[in-house]
C-alpha cells in the first residue's frame, strides 16, 4: 500500500495501467537507469467492477517467468491457431458473432476465441 505524505499532492483514483518505474534493485530502459528508484505510487493500477461498486487496486511490478513451460507454449500456439482462424473468417460471419455476443456483454472475437479454446 503506497504511503502519502501530507504536503504530496493526492493521487488520482483514474490512473490504470502501469505508473512510474518499476522499484527494486535497479532497471535500465534504453540507456536510463533507475537504481534504487523510490516512489511509493509506481505500479499497475487496476479498476474493477465488482457488485456496482467500483475497486481501485495498486500492485507490485512483476516480471514474466521464462522460460515457458511446454503446457503454456501449447496454449499459446492454439491461441496464435485461434486468433489466425479468426482473421480468415468473412465480415457476415464476424457480424454473426458480434449479435450472438452481445447477450454475454462481450465483443464477437472473446466469444469466437472462448468456443475455439473449448473445442480444440
Known amino acids: 500500500?503506497?504511503?502519502?505524505?501530507?504536503?504530496?499532492?493526492?493521487?488520482?483514483?483514474l490512473v490504470q495501467k502501469k505508473f512510474g518505474y518499476p522499484n527494486g534493485l535497479g532497471d535500465?530502459?534504453?540507456?536510463?537507469?533507475?537504481?534504487?528508484?523510490?516512489?511509493p505510487y509506481a505500479g499497475i493500477y487496476q479498476r474493477n467492477h465488482k457488485n456496482g461498486h467500483q475497486i481501485c487496486t495498486r500492485s507490485r511490478f512483476y516480471q514474466q517467468w521464462k522460460p515457458r513451460?511446454?503446457?503454456?507454449?501449447?496454449?499459446?500456439?492454439?491461441?496464435a491457431a485461434g486468433m489466425?482462424?479468426?482473421k480468415n473468417l468473412?465480415?457476415?460471419?464476424?457480424?454473426?458473432y458480434n449479435e450472438r455476443a452481445k447477450k454475454?456483454?462481450?465483443?464477437g472475437v472473446n466469444?469466437?476465441?472462448?468456443?475455439?479454446m473449448l473445442s480444440n
Open 1 to 13: 500500500m503506497a504511503i502519502k505524505k501530507p504536503w504530496e499532492p493526492p493521487i488520482g483514483f
Open 90 to 96: 468473412t465480415d457476415e460471419e464476424k457480424k454473426q
Open 28 to 39: 535500465t530502459w534504453l540507456g536510463i537507469s533507475h537504481l534504487g528508484h523510490e516512489d
Open 104 to 107: 454475454y456483454r462481450i465483443e
Open 111 to 116: 466469444l469466437f476465441m472462448r468456443e475455439y
Open 84 to 86: 489466425a482462424e479468426w
Open 69 to 79: 513451460t511446454p503446457n503454456q507454449i501449447a496454449a499459446a500456439q492454439k491461441f
